[in-house]
């Protein structure tokens, strides 16, 4: 980690830092096109937090009672995609790190004509900083980094901060989807979940041979996790 990324101390929170696009010394077709071609439609991390409370006002241009969700870590964005395709009358936001995923994310919603998605290069655990309280609907969090050395569960994403932070963050009534093939991972989220306000909905251990196997979307990491013989552990948490 260079000293431009370290963690900065933020009321007791280390806050994970992330470099600039604008400061990398090899830009590619990826790290340029989030300022060019897709401007309009993907922010950087410099760019994205100015959104904040105005996602729906300024940025999809819908009123304040349109739907709005998000997607941590859309990967290549087929989930993202789908979701987008889908549900026209609703906005999605998405959090991608890598330049290729999150330019893949958001190209692939503008080619099926998906003009309801905007996808930021922003560090998941900074969400405050990108939404206001009661400005999200539903948030899907698919396959996240499990780190399962013992000594980084701080750096699991589904914490009981981020819960906290979610709920508020979210409207009643929406739910959080967190799927992972990382047993260890989802036994230990649930823990944290139990602890937290969320209201259990659904929770499998095997979610291709549960009941709601069918109504399933595939990302792109469940088709491999699920190839290798890896049962999917899912939980569906709803905000009252
Ligand atoms: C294992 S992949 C899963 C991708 C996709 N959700 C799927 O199911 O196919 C995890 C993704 O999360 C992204 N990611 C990891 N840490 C992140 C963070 N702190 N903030 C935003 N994205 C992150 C990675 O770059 C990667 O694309």
Same mark, same amino acid.
């Given at each position: 980690?260079?000293?431009?990324?370290?963690?900065?101390?933020?009321?007791?929170?280390? +806050? %994970?830092?992330?470099?600039?696009?604008?400061?990398?010394?090899?830009?590619?077709?990826?790290?340029? /096109?989030?300022?060019?071609?897709?401007?309009? !439609? /993907?922010?950087?991390?410099?760019? /994205?937090?100015?959104?904040?409370?105005?996602? +729906?006002?300024?940025?999809?241009?819908?009123?304040?009672?349109? /739907?709005?969700?998000?997607?941590?870590?859309?990967?290549?964005?087929?989930?993202?995609?789908?979701?987008?395709?889908?549900?026209?009358?609703?906005?999605?936001?998405?959090?991608? &790190?890598? !330049?290729?995923?999150?330019?893949?994310?958001?190209?692939?919603?503008? +080619?099926?004509?998906?003009?309801?998605?905007? *996808?930021?290069?922003?560090?998941?655990?900074?969400?405050?900083?990108?939404?206001?309280?009661?400005?999200?609907?539903?948030?899907?969090?698919?396959?996240?980094?499990?780190?399962?050395? %013992?000594?980084? %569960?701080?750096?699991?994403?589904?914490?009981?901060?981020?819960?906290?932070?979610?709920?508020?963050?979210?409207? %009643?009534?929406?739910?959080?989807?967190?799927?992972?093939?990382? +047993?260890?991972?989802?036994?230990?989220?649930?823990?944290?979940?139990?602890?937290?306000? !969320?209201?259990?909905?659904?929770?499998?251990?095997? &979610?291709?041979?549960?009941?709601?196997?069918?109504?399933?979307?595939?990302?792109?990491?469940?088709?491999?996790?699920?190839?290798?013989?890896?049962? *999917?552990?899912?939980?569906?948490?709803?905000?009252?």
């Amino acid at each position: 980690m260079t000293s431009r990324n370290k963690p900065v101390e933020d009321n007791g929170f280390q +806050r %994970p830092q992330i470099n600039r696009t604008r400061d990398l010394r090899i830009p590619n077709y990826y790290t340029e /096109a989030i300022d060019g071609e897709f401007r309009d !439609y /993907a922010f950087n991390e410099e760019r /994205a937090p100015l959104n904040k409370g105005h996602w +729906r006002s300024e940025i999809f241009k819908v009123k304040e009672d349109v /739907a709005m969700d998000l997607e941590i870590g859309t990967g290549n964005g087929t989930h993202f995609q789908h979701q987008a395709v889908q549900n026209p009358t609703r906005c999605i936001v998405g959090l991608e &790190l890598k !330049y290729k995923p999150l330019i893949q994310s958001i190209r692939g919603c503008l +080619r099926k004509s998906a003009t309801n998605a905007r *996808i930021c290069r922003y560090h998941a655990m900074n969400l405050d900083l990108l939404f206001e309280p009661g400005e999200l609907n539903n948030v899907y969090i698919h396959f996240p980094d499990p780190w399962v050395s %013992p000594r980084k %569960p701080k750096n699991r994403f589904v914490n009981e901060r981020v819960l906290n932070l979610l709920w508020d963050l979210q409207r %009643p009534g929406s739910f959080l989807d967190f799927k992972t093939d990382s +047993r260890e991972y989802f036994l230990w989220s649930m823990e944290q979940i139990r602890q937290s306000k !969320y209201e259990i909905v659904f929770e499998t251990m095997n &979610l291709h041979q549960s009941e709601v196997a069918s109504d399933n979307f595939m990302t792109q990491f469940e088709k491999i996790f699920t190839k290798q013989g890896i049962e *999917i552990n899912f939980v569906r948490l709803r905000k009252k």
